[in-house]
């Protein structure tokens, strides 16, 4: 009963975009049949329905030509077709006239595009890589299909359902396919382990897989009880699970907040909307968002649950959508520092369409405003989503990732906030302390270990030589007392230099920095910590993190 009300739901919200004119299609054409039939028994009976085929002719004239086309090849085509295909290949064409985000969802791909946003989806519940040609599980979600059927880190998958999968090449994606399916399905796993002669075989019961939207949230200074909060993306739970950091942080002391959104690409506006109210005291514009006919609905905050302590957004590029409203926000209302890269530039709003056969549209049917009353939107021309693609890197190419005074604003498009700080609109959010992309120790010898794999591949052969130390890691204390013990860079540059890159002393003393950050980041990745441990040890060469820090510094005193 459930699903025929969901179907019916779709049906009525298509039924209110077309309107009169799919309704006014029916009756004629079930009159125009009915016409032809008469013509047909060459009945008396013509003149009766020439008033029906005069009120054709007025709806062929005045109603949309789309739906006219789209009635005529339904039931005069003289071939047989299949117009879901058509209209899988005419909807994007169509939406593709429109600005750049408005798109179409075909049915297959609808839930792989909706489920991160929604918060899970069905699968067997590991961290895998697969850049060795074999599957090694990096880690297991605790309590999941995978940690009950008795998968560990470390684990090489070597068949799936019978299929040999290691040494295949098998494209990443495919291999996801291969061990996701519905909710109490089974898949079959043949396993080589640590130890072991023979393969291990493990029959694994998917289940649903939760996904969450903070990376990771720990206590990135205790000295200055600054806690830090990284955000990949605004879904279902977004509000819920920042509440959930939060409070965590404030009971080990937290008094200053670090949000990352740099690569956050936006996500539910309702999610930006609830964590932006929790950091304002009451009363502040949040948002407002303004459609075709001027109407605006305006969001305010009510009374925050978090309004007294320091807050720094950290934002780039890539930040976009709700990303830019929360940060917008907290610039705007002057609650707290932005700091990093241009955000990139997404203010309209979307609403998605669904249609009984499963799949949907996204149709853009406002704009985004910040409380100065910026548009958050980037120019943008109707129909060249091409050129909009490439204005990232215009960006680069003019110098902008590197000095602020390439960026160029609007002087009309000035705004002031309450405080008496100057913001622009015209697209994405300018951070009011702008941090240049760096490229401090990148060097000829990092870009070859890097771009080769041969840095990320020495991190998970070195996880798998000390197995069984990196799993009794469960401090970020206890990583560090790992780390001590051994020499990586020394050890790295061996491997590198069994994997064809040669090493380069001076270089290498340009780039050790770096790439040691780097080796711990991804090794303790590989822990019990996770994105903890990878944040923790990417700080130190962090500069835009850094600089948050500094200016919660200079607050205090």
């Known amino acids: 009963m459930e699903r025929k009300k969901k179907v019916w739901a779709a049906v009525v919200v298509v039924a209110v975009i077309v309107g009169s004119m799919i309704v006014g299609m029916l009756v004629e054409h079930n009159r125009l049949s009915r ?20 009120s054709i002719e007025r709806f062929l004239t005045l109603n949309d030509k789309m739906v006219q086309t789209v009635g005529a090849i339904r039931n005069y085509y003289v071939d047989s077709i299949n117009l879901d295909t058509i209209y899988d290949r005419a909807i994007p064409k169509l939406l593709s006239e429109l600005d750049p985000h408005s798109e179409y969802i075909p049915a297959k791909d609808f839930e792989r595009v909706n489920e991160s946003l929604e918060g899970e989806f069905d699968g067997i519940g590991i961290v895998f890589n697969a850049s060795t040609d074999t599957i090694m599980v990096l880690s297991v979600i605790p309590q999941g299909p995978s940690d009950k059927a008795g998968l560990r880190a470390g684990d090489r998958i070597i068949r799936i359902n019978g299929r040999d999968v290691a040494g295949q090449k098998i494209p990443q994606d495919s291999m996801v396919k291969l061990m996701r399916g519905p909710r109490r399905s089974h898949v079959k796993l043949s396993l080589q382990r640590h130890g072991l002669d023979k393969l291990v075989e493990v029959d694994v019961e998917r289940g649903a897989i ?12 205790d000295e200055l009880k600054i806690g830090f909060v990284r955000l990949s993306q605004f879904a279902r739970t977004s509000h819920v699970e920042m509440r959930k950091a939060i409070d965590e942080l404030l009971k080990e002391g937290m008094k200053s907040l670090i949000i990352d959104l740099r690569g956050n690409g936006g996500g539910f506006l309702d999610q ?7 950091l304002l005291p009451s009363g ?6 303004e459609d075709r006919y001027g109407q605006q609905q305006k969001q305010y905050s009510t009374a925050g649950k978090y309004p007294n302590m320091d807050v720094v957004i950290l934002v780039d590029e890539f930040s976009a959508s709700s990303s830019e409203i929360l940060a917008g926000a907290i610039q705007d209302n002057d609650r707290g520092l932005v700091i990093g ?34 548009s958050i939107q980037k120019p943008y021309t109707n129909g ?174």
């Open 384 to 557: 060249d989503e091409e050129a909009y693609k490439m204005d990232i890197l215009n960006r680069y190419n003019r110098n902008e990732f590197f000095s602020a005074d390439s960026i160029h604003f609007d002087k009309s498009l000035r705004y002031t906030t309450p405080a008496g700080r100057t913001v622009y609109g015209g697209g994405g959010i300018m951070p009011d302390i702008f941090i240049p992309l760096d490229t401090l120790g990148v060097t000829p010898y990092y870009n070859k270990v890097w771009n080769a794999n041969v840095l990320y591949r020495y991190t998970l052969e070195f996880t798998d030589r000390h197995r069984d130390e990196i799993d009794a890691v469960k401090t970020l204390k206890e990583l560090d007392q790992l780390f001590e013990k051994y020499d990586l860079i020394e050890d790295f540059v061996a491997y590198a230099e069994r994997h064809d890159v040669a090493k380069n002393s001076r270089e290498l003393a340009t780039s050790r920095s770096l790439i040691l950050a780097q080796l711990r980041a991804y090794i303790g990745r590989n822990t019990s910590l996770s994105d903890a441990a990878f944040y923790y040890n990417i700080y130190p060469n962090d500069k835009v993190l850094q600089r948050a820090v500094a200016e919660i510094k200079k607050n205090r005193k």
């Open 341 to 374: 890269r241009r955000t990139f530039g997404k203010g309209l709003v979307q609403t998605q369409i669904p249609f009984a056969d499963g799949s949907a549209i996204r149709l853009t049917v406002a704009r985004y405003y910040t409380p100065t009353g910026r």
């Open 284 to 289: 502040k514009l949040i948002v407002y968002t």
């Open 35 to 54: 016409y032809w039939e008469v013509l047909a028994r060459n009945s008396s009976e013509v003149e009766k329905y020439a008033t029906d085929l005069q």
């Open 272 to 278: 930006a909307i609830l964590i932006t109210n929790d």
């Open 210 to 221: 939760e996904l969450h939207s903070i990376e990771t949230s720990f206590m990135l200074n």
